[in-house]
Nanobody, 126 residues
Framework: QVQLVESGGGSVQAGGSLRLSCAVSGNIDSTYCMGWFRQAPGKGREWVASITSDGPARYADSVKGRFGISKDNAKNTLYLQMNSLKAEDSAMYYC????????????????????WGQGTQVTVSS
């Protein structure tokens, strides 16, 4: 059973930065794509960014140029560097992993992911 554990959330002022981490209990090398999603109170789960084993990272338009997704295979850890944070970035952030082949588009769809973390809260005050 694969487990994903997020950390790094917290409270920050607008314009600040945070780095989220997602520790993977299995071999991150065996994932096909990994992604970050977020959900604000009263809203649906929103795709933020994803990275595949053989393709470039992709970002939602709302975070493009401000967020960066990366992974460290040696540490079995996925990261999300968040810069120039805005109040509208406040949400619970979840990491997710898919282990079978997906298109890059499918790697932005929540139902395509096999495993999820428990989430880490990010609060940005304006």
């Amino acid at each position: 059973q694969v487990q994903l554990v997020e950390s790094g959330g917290g409270s920050v002022q607008a314009g600040g930065s945070l780095r989220l981490s997602c520790a993977v209990s299995g071999n991150i090398d065996s994932t096909y794509c990994m992604g970050w999603f977020r959900q604000a109170p009263g809203k649906g789960r929103e795709w933020v960014a994803s990275i595949t084993s053989d393709g470039p990272a992709r970002y939602a338009d709302s975070v493009k140029g401000r967020f960066g997704i990366s992974k460290d295979n040696a540490k079995n850890t996925l990261y999300l560097q968040m810069n120039s944070l805005k109040a509208e970035d406040s949400a619970m952030y979840y990491c997710a992993a898919a282990f079978s082949a997906r298109t890059s588009y499918q790697c932005s769809i929540s139902v395509e992911f096999d495993y999820w973390g428990q989430g880490t809260q990010v609060t940005v005050s304006s």
